[in-house]
């Protein structure tokens, strides 16, 4: 009767951290999916700022026109990128354009003062924020993710549910500097 | 050798889930050792035949009730009451630094990758900020004190707290520490009673005295297992936080500022229910409190020092770095002094000794790094003999070029008598505005008070003299002068007055006004 009862206890709990460990694998693979997702609404949020920029930067200082059509170009070409590689290329020099621009506005001290315009770099700073964010909250979730996958017992429901390690977001060249937001200074 | 925010955080939540683990049986067995006792007790009826394990199952029936009832109904009502008590509202995008709080909630929410929490401001001067549930809120003292990054460092630690649920934890903790204060209370009334039954041998007054034993044991128990998870919870938040923002210098400087906060303590923030949901406890202890022991077992936050360390070795930067950065050293205040969970200043050499609190315990930090306040007072060539008042060190000094000696803790003077007159002469100019209305209406409530009952010089509790710090004598007690009731103290043999603190400045208010009188 003991026996019995010490076996079925055994099997409930055996069941039972089956269970809570599937889901732990759900969830946290919801997360590293949620946070893939999140890198791409923030640069497209970034994509929409810029014409706004751009408009209030021309009020003030209509003749830095080849800074300003610099930032437009890339914005454009980064929004209709066709490969993620390219996508990855664009943004980077869609940062380097911005960068370019915010150090010109440096020198219009009215442009500086126009509670429009802080307004607008407030909102690209919390944007560019946001996509560095978004990619370290991906790094880290998969990295949360793929070391919980290689743990002995958990690997047993993993290598079940078919689960693979995710990448890494791998930092380019023109992406490591991007990881810096601009430097704004009001 | 340094660890990383990951190795902290593996340890802090290790030891959180040993803390839980053990909180339930202990929780469970305190409740069956209750019934036990009680089975002794006069209401005993109930209980006659019960069998230890039988409580046991009992209690532990009672336990996981409570549990639920505690996860389910986890007061967010009261939250919302509170938060409507302080006329929390939700940031106005119109405001530039609401906004700013608005946009680092939602960044945090991506970095920590969870959905973006209710956010709140709460318009109160306090530098604080709580986060219960999922709503977040930050006070308007630490939007306005903070920069951004610092901002966002004080956010991303709550976003941890919101992240972990600590908040249904620390409920959860909280409600089972009221089960056992309810059903101690509940035995004790029970206990004590029944003085005619006679039941086992055991008189009333013995059960009375083992029920009282035994509460104040458990409850000092609970409130030490709660206050010991409280405290790592809060260590692993300032981990994650870093996790969150990779920007350990910038937590460290937000805590430092929030612990330099000078209206701390009287802000409404202090409500012991939700005091523990905050970044630093709202609560300003007792100076002395908060250094003993006894304020470290049951503190529910770390020391904010050892906070800030820790944050500064992540990010490796020296404490004095800190400080040159986030307050330049202006007009000569120069001098910090480090308490468990405040840091004050900076304030000038003067006015660091005449802080009353100020003794050997407090790390005091100057330019060239941490001094010892006795290496401080040598420098102003200390004087053999002890404060009248308060038995604190005495040191030379100046009251606007007037010599004088100083008390180091009380701030009390002592004064050659023929060099009053310069301090009355001089004191006039040196004297504010503000400081003279202070001084003016403390007058006032002297004169009052020696008015009714006759200015004579008998009106003078004389009851207690004072010892003379240089010749050993009784020093009298008496009026100033008859004009103005003030009443000091004197040694006639070595003709030195003592002034407590704020004396001289009520004389020379006191003289200030006569003349204006007489003019």
């Given at each position: 009767?003991?026996?019995?009862?010490i076996i079925?206890?055994?099997?409930a709990?055996?069941v039972i951290?089956?269970?809570?460990t599937y889901n732990?694998?759900v969830r946290l693979?919801q997360r590293?999916?949620?946070?893939?997702?999140?890198i791409?609404?923030?640069l497209?949020?970034?994509?929409?700022?810029?014409?706004n920029l751009v408009e209030?930067?021309?009020g003030y200082a209509a003749h830095?026109?080849?800074?300003?059509?610099?930032?437009t170009e890339a914005?454009?070409?980064a929004?209709s990128a066709p490969?993620?590689q390219?996508?990855?290329?664009?943004?980077?020099?869609?940062t380097?354009a911005?960068r370019?621009?915010?150090?010109?506005?440096?020198?219009?001290?009215?442009?500086?003062a126009d509670?429009h315009?802080?307004?607008?770099m407030?909102?690209?700073?919390?944007?560019?924020n946001?996509?560095a964010f978004?990619?370290?909250?991906y790094?880290d979730?998969s990295?949360?993710f793929?070391s919980?996958?290689?743990?002995?017992?958990d690997?047993i429901v993993?290598?079940?549910?078919?689960?693979k390690e995710y990448?890494?977001w791998?930092?380019?060249?023109?992406a490591?500097?991007?990881?810096e937001?601009p430097?704004?200074?009001? | 050798m340094?660890?990383?925010?990951w190795?902290?955080?593996?340890?802090?939540?290790r030891?959180?889930?040993?803390?839980?683990?053990?909180?339930?049986p202990?929780?469970?067995?305190?409740?069956?050792?209750l019934?036990?006792i009680?089975?002794?007790?006069?209401?005993?009826?109930?209980?006659?035949d019960a069998?230890?394990?039988?409580?046991l199952?009992v209690?532990s029936?009672i336990?996981l009730i409570?549990?639920f009832?505690?996860?389910?109904g986890?007061s967010?009502?009261k939250i919302y009451?509170?938060?409507?008590?302080?006329?929390?509202?939700v940031?106005?995008?119109?405001?530039?630094?609401?906004q700013?709080?608005?946009n680092v909630v939602?960044?945090m929410?991506?970095?920590?990758?969870v959905?973006k929490?209710r956010?709140y401001?709460?318009p109160?001067?306090?530098k604080?900020?709580?986060s219960a549930?999922?709503?977040?809120?930050?006070?308007?003292?630490?939007?306005?004190?903070?920069?951004r990054?610092?901002?966002?460092?004080?956010?991303a630690h709550?976003?941890a707290h919101?992240?972990r649920?600590?908040?249904?934890?620390?409920?959860?903790?909280?409600s089972f520490a009221?089960?056992?204060?309810?059903f101690?209370?509940?035995?004790?009334?029970?206990a004590?009673g029944?003085?005619?039954?006679?039941?086992?041998?055991?008189?009333?007054?013995f059960i009375?005295?083992?029920v009282?034993?035994?509460?104040?044991?458990?409850e000092?128990f609970t409130?030490?297992?709660?206050?010991?998870?409280?405290?790592?919870?809060?260590d692993?938040a300032?981990?994650?936080?870093?996790q969150?923002?990779?920007?350990p210098?910038?937590l460290?400087?937000?805590?430092?500022?929030?612990?330099?906060?000078?209206?701390?303590?009287i802000?409404?923030?202090?409500?012991p229910a939700?005091?523990?949901?905050?970044i630093?406890?709202?609560?300003r202890k007792q100076?002395?409190?908060?250094?003993?022991?006894f304020?470290?077992?049951?503190a529910?936050?770390?020391?904010?020092?050892?906070?800030?360390?820790t944050?500064l070795?992540?990010?490796?930067?020296?404490?004095?770095?800190?400080v040159?950065?986030t307050?330049?050293?202006?007009?000569n205040?120069?001098?910090?002094?480090?308490?468990?969970?405040?840091n004050l200043?900076?304030?000038?050499?003067?006015?660091l000794?005449?802080?009353t609190?100020i003794?050997?315990?407090v790390?005091?930090?100057g330019?060239?790094g941490?001094v010892k306040?006795s290496?401080?007072l040598?420098?102003f060539?200390?004087i053999?003999?002890?404060?009248?008042r308060?038995?604190g060190?005495?040191f030379n000094?100046y009251?606007d070029f007037?010599?004088?000696?100083k008390?180091?803790?009380?701030?009390?003077?002592?004064?050659?008598?023929d060099?009053?007159?310069?301090?009355l002469?001089?004191?006039?100019?040196?004297?504010?505005?503000?400081?003279?209305?202070?001084s003016?209406?403390s007058l006032e409530?002297e004169?009052?008070?020696?008015y009714?009952?006759?200015?004579?010089?008998?009106?003078?509790?004389?009851s207690q003299?004072l010892?003379?710090?240089f010749?050993?004598?009784?020093?009298?007690?008496k009026?100033?002068n008859?004009?103005?009731?003030?009443?000091?103290?004197y040694?006639?043999?070595?003709?030195y007055?003592?002034?407590?603190?704020g004396?001289?400045?009520m004389?020379?208010?006191?003289?200030?006004r006569?003349?204006?009188l007489?003019?």
């Open positions: 009767m003991i026996g019995v009862l079925f206890a055994i099997l709990i055996v951290w089956y269970i809570a732990r694998f693979r590293v999916k949620n946070a893939w997702a999140q791409d609404v923030q497209k949020r970034r994509h929409d700022l810029i014409p209030t930067v021309k830095e026109r080849e800074t300003l059509t610099a930032v914005r454009a070409k929004a490969s993620p390219e996508a990855i290329k664009a943004e980077g020099e869609l380097e911005l370019r621009l915010l150090l010109v506005v440096e020198n219009y001290p009215n442009l500086k509670q315009f802080l307004q607008l407030e909102d690209l700073r919390t944007t560019e946001s996509i978004a990619r370290q909250a790094n979730q990295m949360v793929n919980q996958i290689k743990k002995i017992p690997s993993a290598s079940q549910m078919r689960l990448p890494f791998e930092i380019e060249e023109a490591a500097e991007e990881r937001a430097e704004v200074k009001f | 340094k660890k990383t925010f190795e902290i955080q593996r340890e802090k939540k030891a959180i889930t040993l803390l839980f683990l053990f909180f339930f202990f929780f469970t067995f305190s409740l069956a050792v019934f036990e009680l089975r002794f007790s006069s209401v005993s009826l109930f209980f006659k069998k230890f394990s039988e409580f199952i209690s029936v336990s409570v549990f009832i505690s996860v389910k986890s967010e009502g009451r509170y938060l409507e008590m302080l006329n929390a509202q940031p106005d995008l119109k405001d530039m630094k609401h700013q709080v608005a939602r960044e929410a991506i970095a920590a990758a959905p929490p956010v401001v709460i109160v001067l306090g604080n900020a709580f549930f999922n709503i977040i809120a930050i006070t308007e003292g630490a939007v306005s004190a903070l920069d990054d610092e901002l966002q460092a004080v956010v709550e976003m919101y992240l649920g600590d908040s249904y934890y620390k409920g959860v903790l909280s009221m089960t056992i204060t309810f101690l209370t509940i035995s004790l009334f029970f004590g029944d003085e005619n039954s006679e039941r086992r041998g055991f008189g009333g007054g009375g005295i083992a009282v034993a035994y509460i104040f044991l458990v000092l409130k030490f297992l709660n206050a010991l998870i409280s405290r790592r919870m809060e692993l300032d981990a994650m936080a870093v969150f923002t990779r920007n210098l910038s460290a400087s937000a805590l430092f500022k929030v612990s330099r906060d000078r209206v701390r303590g802000s409404l923030l202090t409500n939700v005091a523990p949901l905050f630093v406890n709202p609560a100076i002395d409190e908060s250094s003993g022991v304020g470290d077992i049951f529910t936050h770390p020391p904010i020092n050892k906070r800030i360390n944050l070795k992540l990010a490796g930067v020296s404490r004095k770095e800190l040159e950065r307050s330049p050293v202006r007009n205040r120069e001098w910090w002094v480090e308490k468990q969970d405040e200043g900076p304030f000038t050499l003067e006015e000794l005449e802080k609190w003794g050997e315990g790390k005091i930090r330019k060239e941490e306040l290496q401080i040598s420098k060539r200390p053999e003999g002890q404060c009248p308060c038995g060190p005495l000094t009251y007037v010599p004088i000696i008390c180091g803790r009380c701030g009390g003077i002592l004064v050659r008598e060099r009053i007159m310069r301090i002469a001089r004191g006039e100019n040196q004297i504010t505005e503000a400081e003279e209305k202070v003016e209406s409530k004169r009052k008070t020696f009714i009952h006759g200015a004579s010089p008998e009106a003078v509790d004389a003299p010892k003379c710090p010749c050993g004598g009784e020093m009298w007690r009026f100033f008859f004009i103005n009731y003030v009443p000091v103290d040694c006639p043999k070595c003709k007055y003592f002034f407590d603190s004396e001289i400045e004389i020379i208010a006191g003289v200030k006569t003349k204006y007489y003019r």
